[in-house]
């Protein structure tokens, strides 16, 4: 999208302004938007908002003034609460926000063993990861705000500075595989593209709820095998699962217990956007393009 999708006046507020929040806030930045971004410790020369919900500052109702948007990208608390609905619910009731985009994590549909999951599909908290438990939460807090509130479920999220290139450069890549066990992925920039999309259409034309992931569910030996090959490097040495599961820790078993492919039909076919990056392998040769790397 080459135009500002916001309407003339309005005014975005990016709540975390991380790897996603940052992107998109810059790309809306360079189309004419007008974009305030919020992050924990914000560097003084860069103009952003402090934002700290355990007992740190947080933005006044007069810095927030004209904010008609809102994109919360931060991840539920300690205690699993949405820090934005816990420190700037009064702060954002006195705004007359247009949209509010909250996201989410794919995570929240839970393990269906390879099987295909749409945005019907969410599982009982009780069968979730406690983080996957605390995002659905989340959900449902702004979904029940009475703001017309998007939840956008994310898988996997790679990009420049951010996929298995790095690692395998740095030689710290492991060559993990389980049998039968896919991953969802999407690449930063579909992110900030589907965000844009859903911008520009009619309101009662966006949808809840809404899976932003990419056409190919793979394998996360299968992605790092591209990547080297991409790089022109050796992969380090197969690794299965099951040999390993032992020395893992309870943080890394939890990556690898839920298998399922999500589908973005809702996305592509029924909003029409397209993809920028249909599977990892345009995603990771963009990543080597915009990181200027060469194949060794």
């Given amino acids: 999208m080459t135009v500002n999708p916001l309407p003339a006046g309005s005014q975005l507020l990016v709540v975390g302004g991380g790897y996603c929040g940052g992107r998109l806030g810059r790309r809306l930045q360079e189309l004419g938007a007008r974009v305030i971004t919020t992050r924990r410790n914000p560097k003084t020369e860069s103009g952003e908002l402090a934002f700290n919900s355990d007992g740190g500052p947080v933005p006044s109702s007069e810095s927030l003034a004209g904010t008609t948007h809102v994109l919360i990208t931060a991840p539920p608390d300690r205690e699993g609460r949405d820090p934005c609905l816990k420190a700037l619910q009064s702060q954002l009731r006195q705004l007359e926000l247009q949209w509010v985009g909250y996201l989410s994590t794919t995570g929240v549909y839970g393990d269906h063993q390879g099987g295909w999951v749409d945005e019907n599909n969410d599982a009982p908290l009780e069968k979730l990861l406690r983080r996957s438990a605390a995002r659905r939460r989340c959900e449902q807090a702004w979904l029940t705000s009475g703001w017309p509130v998007q939840v956008f479920r994310l898988p996997g999220i790679y990009g420049p500075g951010r996929n298995p290139m790095g690692n395998l450069r740095r030689g710290e890549s492991r060559l993990v595989h389980k049998r039968g066990q896919v991953f969802c992925r999407i690449h930063v920039d579909d992110i900030v593209g589907a965000v844009m999309h859903c911008l520009a ?45 032992a020395e893992l820790s309870p943080m890394a078993l939890s ?32 990543c080597l393009n915009e990181e200027g790397y060469s194949s060794d």
């Fill in 201 to 245: 259409l009619p309101a009662e034309q966006r949808p809840a709820l809404l899976n932003v992931v990419d056409q190919q569910p793979a394998p996360s030996s299968e992605v790092i095998s591209y990547a080297a090959h991409l790089l022109g490097c050796s992969l380090p040495d197969y690794q299965d699962f099951e040999a390993i599961a």
């Fill in 255 to 286: 990556f690898w217990r839920d298998n399922r492919r999500v589908s973005n039909r809702r996305l592509t076919q029924d909003l029409g956007y397209k993809l920028l990056y249909p599977s990892y392998r345009e995603g990771l040769q963009g």
